[in-house]
């Protein structure tokens, strides 16, 4: 079954600074890979995906994402967060077609000025 | 891409009633799903709402308390039955079509008092 890791639970930068949320999977193929973004009290917003192709993906808001197969990573970064980012981050993962997609444990990340 | 409309958006409710959660697409989708926030946690899986068939439940989730329906490739209710504090959580309703990412609505933020 596939399965997804956050491992870390909380986060805390300053505006301006860069950021790096890991994100590893388990899975025995390349699955479908996603970052959402939740803020308080909303659902849940795309960022960015992954199906295939380059490695290097673009988001929404500035964010991108990189897909390692030799580590099972899918790590999202951003060179400069701005205070609006302080939000929940969720990692998740699909083997595509038509099956469910897992979630991560989420990072939540607090911006300081 | 679809858009998620689901009600209510909160709701406070005595222990031992019921709720029901509404969620519409604005398109025709092959898959909808029916998962669960407690406060604080990521979103499980509580079950795949199948259209015109019962709806495949998650482990440790079962049909009496969480009665699903969909009655066409647009929308989809669950209930909450005989509610209890610890059902106490945000439902999110999402919709996938095949090899897409999943889509949220806001979510129904529940208070059982």
């Known amino acids: 079954a596939q399965s997804v890791t956050q491992p870390d639970i909380h986060i805390t930068v300053s505006e301006g600074a860069s950021l790096e949320l890991r994100c590893n999977y388990s899975?025995?193929?390349?699955?479908?890979l996603f970052w959402y973004v939740q803020s308080p009290g909303q659902g849940l917003q795309l960022l960015l995906k992954?199906?295939?192709?380059?490695?290097l993906v673009q988001g929404i808001k500035g964010f991108e994402a990189e897909f390692k197969r030799s580590q099972s990573s899918f790590n999202l970064r951003k060179p400069s967060v701005h205070w609006s980012d302080a939000a929940e981050y969720f990692c998740?993962?699909?083997?595509?077609?038509?099956?469910?997609?897992?979630f991560g444990t989420g990072t939540k990340l607090q911006v300081i000025p | 891409s679809a858009v998620i409309s689901q009600k209510p958006s909160r709701d406070i409710c005595q222990r031992g009633t019921s709720l029901t959660i509404q969620c519409q697409v604005d398109?025709?989708?092959?898959?909808m799903f029916w998962y669960r926030q407690q406060p604080g946690q990521s979103l499980t899986l509580i079950a795949t709402?199948?259209?015109?068939?019962?709806?495949?439940?998650e482990s440790g989730f079962v049909i009496d308390k969480f009665p699903i329906s969909r009655p066409n490739l647009t929308f989809s209710t669950l209930t909450v039955s005989n509610m209890s504090p610890e059902d106490s959580s945000i439902y999110l309703c999402?919709?996938?079509?095949?090899?897409?990412?999943?889509?949220f609505g806001q979510g129904t933020r529940l208070t059982v008092v």
């Open positions: 999402s919709a996938q079509r095949e090899n897409t990412e999943a889509f």
């Open positions: 899975y025995g193929a390349t699955p479908y």
């Open positions: 992954y199906f295939s192709g380059d490695t």
């Open positions: 998740a993962v699909t083997p595509g077609g038509y099956q469910k997609v897992t």
């Open positions: 398109s025709q989708v092959t898959m």
């Open positions: 709402a199948n259209q015109g068939s019962e709806a495949t439940y």
